[in-house]
């Protein structure tokens, strides 16, 4: 319901106009903004926080044609940590204020007092890690909920000031946070955790009392497993579509709508006469196969762009790197974006070249077939005969020898001659001769 609108149709014009210049100035700069914690104040009263990406959307030109974006609600996530700056500020000492508000809170979350005790442990995150306040409150066991054994947590390097030792225990899942002031936040994946693991994004922060001592940490988690599952699938799909596409002897392929190839198989890149797909993104027909034909086929795919008629089962010629003409079967159709406008073309080609010489092979013999019965002509069906002289009667109803008949209407041809019992019969003193030698 979002496709083809833009942010003035649904949030404020104030806000609208700030977010349509910030982007402007993406277009113009090329410079992404990255994790921009952005603030709205809602007509209703109400506050929402985003977390912010955007960066420019290029084509594969390295042209910049819009801008991509990535937004987080971090609503929950400011709320909790607002709420908890206010509770230090107001009632630093008072851990029973500060318990409520935790276990108030839908965001797991725990505490740890400078000595790395448990001080607070709230009902979210013992629907998470399935472990009870009660048995990990006074202990240093926060790390139970999610490792087999004994390793310290991130609220625990963040007490110890030992950030130089984060790459030995969270590799590169870790980075410095650019929401939470002196903040650490890590991505990684608990097989301990439920019944088949969980992804945790973890926001950890060091907790000062009004004269700058340190008197705890506090960890912040959030279950994206999901979006992580979802992620995968994502991936995996693309990968299982790029794998049927390279190993499909057909020719796959898109182009923009200057005839640019964005994308292409392996069969593309061969018969273009290179090896890998990347040796032809960027380029056209035009730097690969004679300049005639490159023109016919752009011809062709610009009138599919500006049309919006497919091309279907369209037989083309294609003269071979190695040598020899081949024949190409090519459907193409037009590449649209999410708002329907057509952005360039989508092809397949097959190569039909035993077809087409199996066809031309079948014309040849049916032609040679063809001639060959011209020159043969057949005597069939009812043919009158006088019964006592054995003349026939020709189209034209007149009586005619047996021989000239059947020449014209035949292509035999007649020797005469006389049979023996003819012979005895006609000239029979001729025939006694013959028979005495």
Not at 235 to 245: D, G, P, Y
Not at 311 to 335: C, F, M, Q, Y
Request: hydrophobic fraction near 35%; include cysteine; proline fraction near 3%.
């Amino acid at each position: 319901e979002a496709i083809g609108k833009s942010d003035f149709d649904f949030f404020p014009e104030e806000f609208a106009k700030e977010d349509y210049q910030t982007e402007q100035n993406i277009i113009k700069t090329g410079k992404a903004i990255v994790d921009k914690v952005e603030k709205r104040s809602w007509a209703n009263g109400s506050v929402s926080w985003a977390s912010s990406t955007k960066m420019p959307l290029m084509n594969s030109q390295g042209r910049i044609i819009g801008t991509f974006g990535v937004s987080k609600n971090i609503t929950a996530q400011k709320e909790a940590e607002e709420q908890l700056k206010k509770a230090l500020q107001d009632l630093r000492n008072s851990e029973e204020k500060l318990k409520n508000m935790l276990n108030g809170s839908s965001i797991p979350q725990f505490f740890v007092d400078q000595n790395h005790e448990v001080v607070l442990w709230n009902d979210a995150l013992v629907k998470l890690s399935g472990i009870n306040a009660a048995d990990v409150v006074g202990t240093q066991n926060h790390w139970k909920a999610f490792y087999r054994q004994k390793r310290p947590c991130l609220v625990d390097l963040l007490l110890d000031g030992t950030i130089k030792k984060m790459p030995d225990w969270y590799s590169d899942k870790y980075k410095k946070s650019e929401l939470v002031e002196n903040g650490y936040e890590v991505t990684d994946y608990f097989e301990h955790l439920g019944k088949d693991g969980k992804w945790i994004f973890i926001t950890a922060v060091v907790i000062k009392d009004s004269k700058g001592k340190v008197i705890g940490a506090l960890e912040t988690l959030e279950d994206i497993t999901e979006i992580k599952r979802v992620e995968e699938a994502l991936a995996s799909e693309r990968n299982l579509l790029k794998t049927v596409i390279d190993n499909i002897p057909d020719k796959i392929y898109a182009k923009d709508t200057e005839g640019r190839f964005i994308i292409c198989n392996h069969a593309v890149a061969k018969r273009m006469g290179k090896s890998e797909p990347d040796e032809i993104i960027g380029k056209s027909d035009f730097d690969f196969i004679e300049q005639e034909l490159a023109a016919q086929f752009h011809a062709d795919e610009q009138a599919i762009i500006k049309s919006g008629e497919p091309l279907i089962n369209h037989e083309e010629p294609l003269d071979h790197l190695e040598g020899g003409r081949r024949w190409n079967s090519a459907t193409k159709v037009p590449l649209r974006d999410n708002q329907g406008n057509i952005i360039g073309i989508v092809g397949i080609g097959r190569d039909i070249t035993e077809r087409k010489q199996a066809e031309q092979e079948r014309d040849r013999m049916i032609k040679e077939l063809q001639e060959a019965l011209n020159k043969v002509s057949t005597l069939q069906g009812l043919i009158p005969i006088c019964a006592n002289c054995k003349k026939i009667r020709n189209d034209k109803g007149y009586y005619e020898h047996v021989e000239k008949y059947i020449m014209d209407h035949s292509g035999a041809v007649f020797s005469h001659g006389i049979c023996p019992e003819c012979m005895e019969k006609l000239y029979p003193s001729f025939s006694k001769k013959n028979k005495k030698k």
